[in-house]
């Protein structure tokens, strides 16, 4: 298999396997498929998160901070809303606070966790390779958490529930993230991935082959060179460096006579090797 590893950032990257005889336009619709669900895998963690911690979101027209609206309501006569047992303030006024059992959430939980280490950068180095497979079983365990958490159902508004819905991963939601898989491009050494042509006629015909390739949008031109060295190496490299450079300051400092008190410097450690006294040594 030719193992493609696409490469934003050394945070941002995801692996992918395919075979020489694979065309590229194909692959480049799965790898924005992949993609664009990858984007949606990260932003929809953060919101089952969100809906773990503080419950549903409110409506445009109701966001606020709870107790800045309750004490405007006592204020003008009325009387604060009452909380459920689980009730937790959003502080940034965006949701009911109303959260689910703390079990329930805990569920919620570990269902946007797991979905963040699926399309997190780690994988690329535990050489696992990210299938759209494994992002709709991540999915669906994520709409499954919630419908447990909240058999109702969400209001149309709430983040969670427009992005289980939005089976198409929808570019007026997720942003400039998106990425179209009629015009975007596939790069690697600088060169573009033709959508005529197949993997081999890029890579060669050596299906044990290794890259890592760019994604982009079109008009971006040629992405900007791989680094040499990682950032790791380079640090590596670098603590090597001072650690060097500090050995040579101290031996620069050193009398220069110093090598004299040495073992090997003994002009009569033979002799006394030879008559059994070298390792004699007097208080």
């Known amino acids: 298999m030719v193992v493609i590893v696409v490469k934003r950032s050394d945070k941002d990257q995801f692996m992918c396997e395919t075979t020489c005889s694979e065309g590229n336009d194909a692959l480049i619709r799965r790898l924005v498929r992949i993609w664009n669900m990858r984007v949606k895998a990260e932003l929809l963690a953060g919101a089952v998160e969100e809906l773990a911690k503080h419950g549903p979101a409110k409506p445009e027209a109701s966001k606020g901070i709870d107790e800045i609206q309750d004490a405007a309501l006592e204020a003008e006569g009325g009387a604060a809303p009452s909380r459920g047992a ?8 965006n949701r009911t606070g109303e959260a689910p059992a703390p079990q329930l959430q805990e569920v919620l ?6 979905a963040r280490q699926a399309v997190s950068a780690a994988q690329v180095q535990h050489k696992v390779a990210l299938t759209e497979e494994l992002l709709e079983e991540k999915f669906a365990m994520i709409r499954g958490a919630v419908t447990m958490a909240f058999p109702m159902g969400l209001p149309a508004y709430d983040p969670v529930r427009i992005a289980i819905e939005d089976e198409n991963h929808s570019a007026d939601i997720y942003g400039d993230q998106q990425l179209d898989p009629e015009t975007a491009q596939l790069w690697w050494a600088s060169k573009e991935f033709q959508r005529d042509q197949t993997v081999g006629d890029r890579v060669g015909r050596n299906e044990k082959t290794k890259i890592i390739a760019k994604l982009q949008k079109p008009g971006s031109g040629p992405p900007q060179r791989e680094a040499a060295v990682s950032e790791d190496e380079r640090k590596a490299m670098m603590a090597h460096y001072f650690r060097k450079q500090e050995e040579l300051k101290r031996l620069s400092e050193d009398n220069a006579d110093d090598y004299l008190n040495s073992n090997w410097a003994d002009p009569k450690a033979l002799r006394r090797q030879l008559n059994g006294t070298s390792s004699i040594a007097f208080r």
């Open 109 to 114: 939980k570990k269902v946007a966790t797991d």
């Open 86 to 93: 689980h009730y937790c303030a959003d502080p940034a006024g």
